[in-house]
């Protein structure tokens, strides 16, 4: 009779980066503060207008991205090859919300806040640090950037639509605005601008997720080895002893 092997303790970090992640959804969630959307008082985000800008659909992403890998963390599986590609979204998402809201839209000498931080500064950083420090299990391939650029021009599409049948003709943005941006030719301008910046990041993202330090990462978190270095999931020595004592019992 074959002893069977005493289960090796859980790993703690998994555990821990699991508890970060739901805790940095949480956080995040709590300061988007969906229900301002049916705020009908307030001009800015009620009337559904809190989700029609891009820095709440950007940080949603995160959220759900937060949320995906910190259950699989905690169930001690990787949440697959589509969950990446949301992963990666996220981050490009992110990284433009970031760069947009602190170069465009930044005012100098407005008041600290803790959801503009959160929104707007923390959460991109994190995300993108994220994705380098644990890039994807698999190298995504090119047409990952051009996959991502899907949302902002679908978002666009919203945000233009939503202020042409809007009584008040309603912008979240003053760069969508033909008033403040010059014209249709500004606003055509600063979209373009806007979306070659997010094909750079994606671009930009699709190169980190080559990272060759990758491999120990996934190993230290799942347990599981790089699929790159094309080795295959471990055979427990009982079921081979089960097997092999089955084989000469028959024979």
């Known amino acids: ?22 805790l940095l ?23 559904g207008r809190l989700f029609l800008y891009f820095t709440t659909q950007s940080n949603l992403l995160a959220v759900t991205a937060c ?4 259950v699989a963390l905690v169930r001690g599986r990787h949440p697959g090859q589509a969950a990446e590609y949301l992963r990666g979204l996220a981050v490009v998402d992110m990284a433009i919300t970031g760069i947009v809201a602190n170069v465009l839209l930044a005012e100098p000498g407005a008041p600290w806040s803790l959801s503009d931080f959160v929104l707007h500064q923390a ?9 380098i420090v644990v890039p994807p299990t698999r190298p995504l391939s090119v047409a990952a950037a051009a996959l991502w650029l899907l949302h902002p021009a679908i978002w666009t599409a919203m945000a233009l639509t939503y202020a042409a049948e809007s009584s ?7 760069f969508l605005d033909p008033v403040e941006a010059g014209g249709w030719g500004g606003v055509a301008v600063f979209v ?16 980190a997720s080559r990272a060759r330090w990758s ?10 080895d ?12 009982t079921i081979v002893a089960q097997h092999v004592l089955k084989r000469h019992g028959n024979g």
């Open 25 to 47: 959804a949480t956080v995040t969630f709590v300061v988007i503060d969906p229900l301002l959307a049916w705020d009908d008082a307030n001009p800015l985000l009620g009337r």
């Open 192 to 207: 373009a601008v806007i979306h070659l910046v997010i094909a750079i990041l994606g671009l930009g993202a699709v190169l």
């Open 67 to 70: 949320v995906v890998f910190g």
């Open 168 to 174: 008040d003709h309603w912008y979240p943005y003053f």
């Open 226 to 237: 790089h699929p790159e270095a094309g080795t295959s999931d471990p055979v427990s020595p």
């Open 1 to 22: 009779m074959v002893a069977t092997p005493p289960a090796r303790p859980r790993p703690i970090l998994p555990v821990l980066v699991a508890v970060a992640l739901l």
């Open 123 to 131: 959460m991109p950083v994190l995300m993108v640090t994220w994705w």
């Open 215 to 224: 491999g120990g990462v996934w190993r230290a978190l799942w347990r599981e």
